[in-house]
Structures are given as C-alpha cells and as structure tokens.
C-alpha cells in the first residue's frame, strides 16, 4: 500500500480533520452522558436524558456527511513498515467505528421507539417513531444499544492508546494525518511515514 | 522543538507510561461517572429493589403496582386550561386515552381488598403526537418528601432491624400520616368513585410565558360509596375489575380533570404536604372511560406511565419525585420487557 493513500494525500482533508475532532468531543461527551445518566434518580436525569437524545441524532447527522466525506477524499495510507497486525487492526477500527458512529443513535431511537417514548430533542422537535411498539425488540435493541456503548468506549482507549503509541514510541506520523495542525517538528514525522 | 519521549530509538517506557496513565484516567472517569466507585449513590435500581417485593418482583410484571386493567376513551378539553398552559392537548377538543386502573404493590394478582393504594394512569395523545402522561394515585398526599427519603423509609421498612422503621418515623411524621391514611382510608365500591392525584407539582406556562406551578386531580363523576369492614372481607377478589367491566359495559365513566395552582410560597417541592383547600381551582376537561380491556393484551400494557412525558408548554417543577418516578419506572420496564417470555397473554393475543 502507498504511504500517501490513493490520492496521494499525507493526510486527512481538512473537513475531514475538522469532523473527527468535533465527533470525538460529542461521542466521548455522549458516552459519559448515557452511563451517568442511567445512574441516577437525580432530577439532572431528565436533563442528560434530553442532551443524549439531542446529541445522538447530532451524531448520526455527522456520521453521515462524515461518511460522505471518506469516500469524496479517501484516507492517506499507512506507514510502509507498519506490522501487518497493526494494519489490519487499524483498518478494521475504521469499519467499526463507523458502523457505531451510525448504528448506535439509531439503535436509540429505534429502542425507544419500540417502547413507545416520544423522541422529543430540545427545542421541541418531535422525531418520528421507526419501529412499531414491541417490548421483545425493546429489550432486544436496549441491550444492543447499552453492550455497544461500552465496547464504543473501549475501542475509543484502545484507539486513544495506538495513536500515543504511533505518536510517542513509533514516530511515523500516522498521528499527524489527522493531527488538528501540524507543526515543523510533526512534518518531518510525515516524512518519515511517507518515506 | 522537543517531542514527549525522546528522540526516535531512545527508551519507550516514559512513553508507554504515559500512555498507561492516560488509559487509567479515562476509564477511572467513565467508572465514577457510571457511579461503580460511588456505592451510596441512588442509582433507579436501588429504588426499584426497595419498591418491589423482597422477592425480586414478578417476571413481566411491572415493579410496582403490578394489578391493573386497561382503559380505552377520551379526554375532552373544554379550553379553560389553555390561560394557564399553551398545551395543545388544553386547547378545547377531543383527544384519545390509554388507561390503566391499578393497585398499588408489586404481586399481580393482589386481592383488590387488600391494596392500600389505587393507581390511575393516563396518557393522552395530541393529534400532534404530543402526549401527556400521568400516574395518578388515591392518597392525598405522599410517604415522603424526597426521593431520597422515600429510599430510606423503605429500607428501613424492609430492614431485619424492627427498630430501624420505628427511628425512622419518630423523625418523620409525615411518613406516619400516610400510613395513618393508608390504614384509615375508607375503600370505595369502584375505581370510578376515586379520585386521583398527581401528587407531585408540576409547572404550566402560558402563550405569554407565565409560569404557573399547579398539580392535578381526576375528581369521579360518580358518588364514593364507602365499603364496611364487613363487606371489604367479604369481597370478591377481583370486585374492582369486575365494577369497571359491569359499569364501563352500561355505559361511558367520567372523571373531571382539574387543576390546582399554587400560591407563591406553597410548598411545590414536598409531595407530602397538600396545599390549602383555598386555592384555586379549574377544571380544564372530563375524562371518559368508554371501554375497558384486560392487561393481557390490552393497550395498556406496553405504556410505561411516565410522568416527565409531557407536552409543550408543561414541565416538572421543583418537586424531585418526577425524575426519579421517571428512572425507576424505565428500570421496572427494561426489565418486564426483558423477562416478556415470562408474561401470560392470553390465546389471541400477539407473543
């Protein structure tokens, strides 16, 4: 595989950049909204349960023009010397983060849907319900959507570690491909991904 | 410039040290966010577990009060309500109602005699598809205070330590006035002779942005008639689904829906103090049972009564026990949905 991606980019187009960073604040943000919310009888309850709800579909719409986006710029490849392992599991994380960036506020909305809850964001915008009422499927899509948060979780530290790891121990730029900005120091470790 | 680390080829330890602390920071917030290193929290399952019965509650039932009967009718808004709230479902019309008459506890198939408290819940949908919900009881007011409260009680109440309930309501007379009531109150013939209350304030805020707090209460179109003790031992044990079947049967069941607004400095946070009989009232509507249906396979069953859904132009207030009724209900249902295998419908009815 090329070290500079189909398109010969080094690195992640700038809307590309700038959408990773944006859902990485709102997915960690949702994360810790769910598993907190769930934990309390306390009256911010009603409130984090409105944020989750509002957010997740803000989500769903940036996962979509996110996956719109990939396809326009592709990604840049990986470093040359990259372990086969490394690699395959870099790349298989971006299927599965996708399919969570789209399949979990979907899995909400369907859950509650399927036990008949007014999806109500804030502002008062009524989303329609997806699926009929059916408590087998509640439960069903309500375990799903609860096991998936936590591995969405775990995958975000395994990923958060790999890229520490590309940036602190391998030095090979593969950080810098979707670093906000780069600096002097972080172009010559493009260089060296791409030599 | 210099990188975190060193240069290439130099010792990776600091790096994956690093790496390591920022791991273990990351789930160690997400773990106390989760509340898994604050045990003292009230999380809905602690509520839930000191509400329902010691055994563990009844698989697909719901948690508490188990015993019910739905209700299918409308909610006829005469308009009144709209100076107090912008709610579509007040502006004067018609509107469909899910119901379900209940008894409070968590067995099923509790002896309607024996229930201490009598539960109606509503939902009321908009054409809209706004919906208000309401779980309603007898009592005029509540067992306690706070929800955290409510907690405590119950524990205490389900604690091996007979002494622990005694300390308990030695500092809380409020508690022991619901007790007194639930031990005093006369019992109607019918669910259609009782009337229900919100219990808890809620918020009304009108097209020009007042804000009025007010609770609510089903008032029966019908007359309380108050059972003997003889008769109440002597009675059937389902005497209750049996009245609602016979008089919805003869004939559509009415219920008023009115509206109590709080004076300022009325206590809206405290569910266990009801406000002075003075204070105004309107009657926003009537509703009417008009057909009445087993759980089993009735409307009625898949509705979780929550009542934080509300339409634009209602909210919770001050009062805690909304959100927590809210949490606690979605534990009861996630679970009776989870143990569905274990509900019996009836022949007919969908799996």
Known sequence: ?195 | MSVAGGGRGSSPVGALAAIAAVVVVAAGAFAYTAGWLTPQRLTPEKLVGAVQPKTGGVPGHRRNHATGICITGEFTANGNGTELSKASLLKAGTYPVVGRLNLGGGDPHLADAMAQVRGFGIRITGPDGQEWRSAMIDAPFFAAQTPALFYQFLTAAGSKDPNAVKEYLGAHPETLRFIGWVKGHPRTESWTEDRFNSLNSFVFEDANGGKHTVRWSLIPANTPVALTADELKNSNPEFLQQDIVKRVGAGPQKWELVVTVANPGDPTADPTQAWPADRRTVDVGTLTAEKVEDEADGPCREINYDPTVLPVGITTSDDGFPAARSAAYRVSFDRRTAEEKAYPHTAGGQQ
């Open chain 1, 1 to 195: 595989m090329s070290g500079t991606g189909l398109n010969g980019n080094k690195r992640f187009a700038a809307p590309q950049r700038l959408l990773h960073w944006l859902m990485a604040g709102c997915i960690v943000t949702m994360l810790f909204v769910g598993v907190g919310m769930v934990s309390t009888v306390a009256p911010k309850y009603l409130t984090l349960f409105q944020i989750h709800k509002t957010l997740g579909i803000a989500i769903l719409v940036l996962a979509v023009i996110r996956l719109a986006l990939r396809f326009v710029y592709t990604a840049p490849g990986l470093p040359r010397d990259m372990p086969v392992p490394m690699r395959l599991a870099a790349e298989l994380s971006q299927y599965i983060f996708y399919a969570l960036m789209l399949g979990m506020p979907l899995l909400g909305w369907a859950a509650l849907s399927s036990a008949s809850h007014p999806v109500v964001l804030f502002g008062g915008v009524h989303l329609l319900a997806i699926l009929p009422v059916n408590p087998n499927t509640y439960a069903l899509l309500r375990s799903a959507h609860v096991y998936l948060g936590f591995t969405f979780f775990a995958l975000i530290l395994m990923h958060v570690a790999g890229l520490m790891f590309h940036k602190l121990v391998r030095k090979d730029g593969v950080f810098e491909a979707m670093a906000p900005v780069v600096t002097e120091n972080q172009e010559r470790e493009l260089e060296a991904k791409n030599a």
